[in-house]
Structure formats: C-alpha cells, structure tokens
C-alpha cells in the first residue's frame, strides 16, 4: 500500500477548475506538511504550493490568487484547488508529504495525477 496517493488529475477547458486530492495511508500516526509540485517534459519539477501543520501557506507565484491548497489532519488528507486553469498548467501534479508513522518520519511522494487544460 502507498503511503501517499493523488487522485483528482483530468481534462478541463482553460477557464475550469479542478480539485486534486492527496490521501495519506490511514496507519500513519499523523500528517505534518503537504506540498504540491508540478512537472511537464520541458521542465524540471516545481513546486505550487505548501501547508504546513501550524497552517502557513506559501504559493508560486504562477498559481497564486487562482490555486488554493488545504490539509485536513484528522483525515490525513491534502488538497489543492484549482481554479482558472490555463494551457500552461498542463502537467502531472505530485503530492509530497511529511508523515510520522510508529516507526519512522520523513517525506514521501505520490505517484502523480495528469492535469490536461485544452479547448
């Protein structure tokens, strides 16, 4: 089982929105910051935006006024809105977490959600 998964990723005209979901798997024993990030072919990952558990909120400044990024610890969920999508967001979307488990922390990657904007 993945310690984290995106879902959420798809096709949507510039102008829509989208909403991408992270789940942490439920045995971890708590959820510490989440992050977003972004690559296409042409460029090398990026980041989009953060949330750490004291609730700070850091964005690029590409997506910043359109994306907006929420954590819910007690589901261990992280999320990113999408609003106003435009060709240039085209990517696939990864989640980073920190994550506390039993017997380790430290950060994992998911394992990436295709975001397609296209008329």
């Known amino acids: 089982q993945a310690m984290v998964a995106e879902s959420g990723g798809g096709s949507v005209q510039p102008g829509g929105s989208l909403r991408l979901s992270c789940a942490a798997s439920?045995?971890?024993?708590?959820?510490?910051?989440v992050e977003w990030y972004r690559q296409t072919p042409e460029k090398e990952r990026e980041l989009v935006a953060s949330?750490?558990?004291?609730?700070?909120?850091d964005y690029a400044d590409f997506v910043r006024g359109r994306f907006s990024i929420s954590m819910d610890r007690g589901e261990k969920m992280g999320y990113l809105q999408m609003n106003s999508l435009n060709p240039e967001d085209t990517a696939v979307y990864y989640c980073?977490?920190?994550?506390?488990?039993?017997?380790?922390?430290?950060?994992?990657w998911g394992q990436g959600t295709q975001v397609t904007v296209s008329s």
């Open positions: 439920k045995n971890i024993f708590s959820l510490v910051t």
């Open positions: 980073k977490m920190y994550i506390v488990t039993n017997i380790q922390r430290g950060f994992y």
């Open positions: 949330i750490d558990a004291d609730g700070d909120i």
